[in-house]
């Protein structure tokens, strides 16, 4: 074999590896080119409307929408706060009964909590023993068979209950409440006052405390101010009244809103968010406490089923500052929306407009390779 035909394959080999790296290049031939921007002044009513149109309407949501309702310059913290809340007065059933608030719960109150009952269902010397229950309902003793009613003692037997049905027999206080127990409807309930404190800390924006613990006397409401509430205007605020929940009881969300906004002078105002937050068809509230006592040797209870309205408070401090870094964020992000007036004014005049070709034609001008 001569020498020429040793070097054929090594010559094709080459000219194939040149070949693939010319098409490369002539795929990236658009990083020879540069575009740079032609002004050209086209004397056409048709764009200028559309222009300045846009522009007037980029301006006016900026400055209305962006600046003015929506405040895109200020800066704001929110922090959870703490809330101390009373019940004061007391309620009454006529002579019978009377219900303050050392009732509301024995082992100690909820700070936070407030419950006032409507109606108090009380169930006196309950004892130990085995009687029927009116919620264990049956028909015969059959259906009072230990194995279908695992949680109670006794159930093998099924009686008449004092509410008139039938119910299985079962370890427990005795008798069961039914309509033999004593009910009170508490007269002056709606008219008793919740009085509430609160305190809320800034951290991230400037470190301060807003608290009002060192208010002195009761800002009863509708006072700006107010502190103090009486039962029917807080359920009126959760859009209800206090006599619809009277058999049943309900629970409201009271959120207590601290907004302090900075200005030339630091102005604080509070205000109350309410709402209903069990189910109003098959919701409710109740609390049950008993006390205690023996005759001789036997232990006894009265029971006290009270059913009432429980309010749920939580604090929440909002801080509202001008911040420079957000002003400056909304001017610079204006500047970049501003150019939306120019490439909307292009993209008509390029592609709707019947002169497209001649505008196109204007607006863009190719030289000619100035390659070497």
């Known amino acids: 074999m001569s020498e020429s035909e040793e070097e054929e394959p090594f010559i094709e080999e080459n000219r194939a590896r040149v070949s693939f790296w010319r098409r490369v290049w002539e795929k990236l031939s658009f990083l020879k080119n540069y575009e740079t921007i032609k002004e050209v002044r086209i004397m056409d009513r048709r764009l200028g409307y559309i222009y300045y149109g846009c522009f007037a309407l980029i301006v006016l949501y900026l400055v209305i929408f962006v600046f003015l309702i929506n405040k895109a310059y200020l800066d704001q913290e929110k922090a959870q706060g703490s809330a101390y809340v009373r019940v004061l007065g007391q309620a009454v059933s006529g002579l019978d009964y009377a219900w303050d608030a050392a009732e509301q719960n024995p082992w100690g109150l909820e700070t936070n909590t407030a419950f006032i009952p409507s109606k108090v269902i009380v ?12 919620y264990l309902y049956c028909e015969s003793d059959s259906d009072c068979q230990p194995i279908d009613i695992p949680n109670v003692v006794e159930g093998k037997s099924c009686q008449e209950t004092a509410e008139g049905t039938k119910g299985c027999t079962a370890w427990r206080w005795c008798p069961p409440e039914s309509s033999e127990s004593t009910e009170y409807y508490l007269e002056n309930a709606s008219e008793q006052l919740v009085w509430g404190r609160y305190r809320v800390e800034f951290k991230r924006i400037k470190e301060e405390v807003k608290e009002n613990y060192s208010t002195e006397g009761l800002l009863i409401y509708p006072d ?31 959120l207590w809103v601290i907004k302090c906004t900075v200005t030339l002078s630091e ?35 009265d029971l006290y089923h009270m059913k009432g309205v429980k309010f749920l408070f939580k604090v929440t401090g909002i801080y509202i500052t001008p911040s420079l870094y957000k002003a400056v964020l909304q001017f610079a992000s204006a500047l970049g929306l501003l150019i939306a007036a120019t490439a909307i004014t292009d993209g008509v005049m390029l592609n709707l407009l019947k002169e497209k070709s001649h505008f196109r034609k204007l607006k863009i001008q190719e030289t000619e390779d100035l390659n070497d």
């Open 123 to 134: 169930t006196q010397r309950q004892a130990q023993g085995i009687c029927p229950d009116p």
């Open 224 to 254: 700006p101010k107010a502190n103090t509430w009486e039962v029917s205007d807080l359920t009126q605020l959760a859009g209800f009244n206090f006599s619809d929940i009277v058999e049943k009881g309900a629970v409201v969300q009271v």
């Open 267 to 301: 102005d604080c105002e509070d205000y109350l968010e309410v709402k209903r937050v069990d189910d109003i068809e098959g919701g409710g509230y109740a609390v049950y406490h008993s006390y205690y006592y023996r005759e001789g040797d036997l232990l006894y209870r």
